[in-house]
């Protein structure tokens, strides 16, 4: 038996055991919601199949439905090496939930390769951290923008600024939507009347007022929306090597990186040698060792490039005094 085929009766079980079909009905349902034309002769087949399993399906005042309980859990179409990675896969995607295309992918996966809905309840093999405060309606909202990207079309939204939540009106043409430290960041280059700054400025999409998003009109014709060319603007103001140098998404646009050292001792020196706090990062001497009251400690001194900002204050106070900057 086919996988094609395979997929169809797993579709047929589900639908008509929870709701008695007519043979249109069925039809209909696979091309509208399954994205799949099949013909007479093709159910007639599936059925046949259907009844060899002994899976009973019953034909009755016009439509077919299945009597009694049917269970389709069978063992997983997944090669053996992969079924250990599940649990992380599901607990990373559990984490996206609210995101629609995860349900897709839920069935794909179910259809497809038989990943059972149990598989996706909440795992505890393995978890991501992610704090979830209106989480689901952030997302549609970074969707939602991402769709005005792909079009070219400005949006204009009220914003509460950070560090005074003063309410702003802004137009901007929307360049990308970046997730740090469990915020979701939208950037872009802001209108000034109809004129656009060639600079990139930063959002927190959740400072969004009402976290509601429009159109941008033309001050010139209210009718009119207002387009940008977002590969063009992307190059121009140089989105692909913007975040190069940042430590997080702040970009001070009039400071030239400086390499910096810092030493790090104990287990923040073990920390970074295994996860780099940069992507400049080098250890030229790797782990060393010093001699102190306390006895023999390590330590290593390591190099990244970087915007001198704030932001690596923050980072370097995350290791308290086993970190300390040189220069």
């Known amino acids: 038996m086919s996988e094609k085929q395979e997929r169809r009766i797993t579709i047929l079980i ?6 008695p079909s007519s043979l249109k009905e069925i039809l209909t349902y696979f091309k509208d919601y399954k994205d799949i034309e099949i013909a007479n002769i093709t159910f007639k087949r599936d059925k046949k199949e259907m009844l060899s399993r002994g899976i009973n399906i019953i034909y009755e005042l016009g439509k077919y439905k299945i009597s009694g309980y049917v269970s389709s859990k069978k063992q997983m179409r997944l090669p053996e090496e992969y079924k250990l990675d599940l649990p992380i896969l599901f607990s990373i995607l559990n984490s996206e939930k609210d995101l629609r295309i995860i349900d897709w992918l839920k069935e794909e996966l179910k259809e497809k390769y038989n990943i059972d809905e149990e598989y996706w309840e909440d795992e505890t093999y ?5 704090i979830e405060q209106n989480h689901d309606i952030i997302l549609e909202l970074c969707v939602d923008i991402i769709k005005y990207m792909k079009k070219g079309e400005a949006i204009e939204f009220e914003y509460r600024k950070v560090d005074n939540n003063e309410l702003k009106k802004y137009t901007i043409a929307p360049l990308q939507i970046r997730l740090h430290e469990n915020l979701y960041y939208l950037f872009g280059c802001v209108y000034k009347k109809n004129s656009i700054e060639y600079s990139i400025r930063n959002f927190r999409v959740d400072m969004i007022e009402n976290l509601k998003i429009f159109p941008a009109k033309s001050t010139l014709n209210s ?33 030239e990186p400086v390499v910096i050292r810092i030493k790090f001792t104990g287990w923040a020196c073990t920390y970074v040698t295994k996860n780099s706090i940069h992507h400049t990062q080098s250890i030229p001497k790797g782990i060393e060792k ?15 490039k970087v ?12 290791f308290r005094n086993y970190a300390k900057r040189l220069n």
């Open 14 to 19: 589900k639908l008509l055991s929870s709701k």
């Open 126 to 130: 393995f978890s991501k951290s992610l």
């Open 223 to 255: 009718n009119e929306e207002m387009k940008y060319k977002y590969k063009e603007l992307a190059e121009r103001v140089d989105l692909k090597n913007y975040f190069k140098y940042c430590i997080g998404v702040y970009n001070p646009n009039d400071k």
């Open 290 to 304: 010093e001699v102190n009251i306390d006895g023999e400690k390590i330590f290593c001194i390591v190099h990244i």
């Open 307 to 318: 915007y001198d900002t704030d932001e690596l204050k923050f980072l370097l106070g995350r």
